[in-house]
Nanobody, 126 residues
Framework: QVQLVESGGGLVQTGGSLRLSCAAS????????MGWFRQAPGKEREFVAA????????YYADSVKGRFTISRDNVKNPVYLQMDSLKPEDTAVYYC???????????????????WGQGTQVTVSS
């Protein structure tokens, strides 16, 4: 089992920044990945960013590329999502997720992730 706990959400003005953290405990999956998803009211949960379990290559949704950065120093440290130049359309509940197996072709699909955090609210005011 893996437990994921997110923190760092809040209210910020357009153009501002926030950093989300996801602390993982329990099992580790050397072939897996960590990801961030978000869900706005009335919308489907969508992929934001992903990183291999031990750090390394990163992947982003087109809507956040160049503004968001996912990072992880090593398997013992949290996964971070640095969010800059925030826009009102970034408003959502942000979820941390863990996948036991990383598959590049399907990593943007929420069904590929096995464990989820409880979510943290991010609100960007205009």
């Amino acid at each position: 089992q893996v437990q994921l706990v997110e923190s760092g959400g809040g209210l910020v003005q357009t153009g501002g920044s926030l950093r989300l953290s996801c602390a993982a405990s329990g099992r580790t999956f050397s072939s897996g990945a960590m990801g961030w998803f978000r869900q706005a009211p009335g919308k489907e949960r969508e992929f934001v960013a992903a990183i291999r379990w031990s750090g390394g290559p990163t992947y982003y949704a087109d809507s956040v590329k160049g503004r968001f950065t996912i990072s992880r120093d090593n398997v013992k440290n949290p996964v971070y999502l640095q969010m800059d130049s925030l826009k009102p359309e970034d408003t959502a509940v942000y979820y941390c997720a863990a996948a036991k197996i990383f598959t590049r072709a399907t990593m943007q699909q929420k069904e590929e992730y096995d464990y989820w955090g409880q979510g943290t609210q991010v609100t960007v005011s205009s």
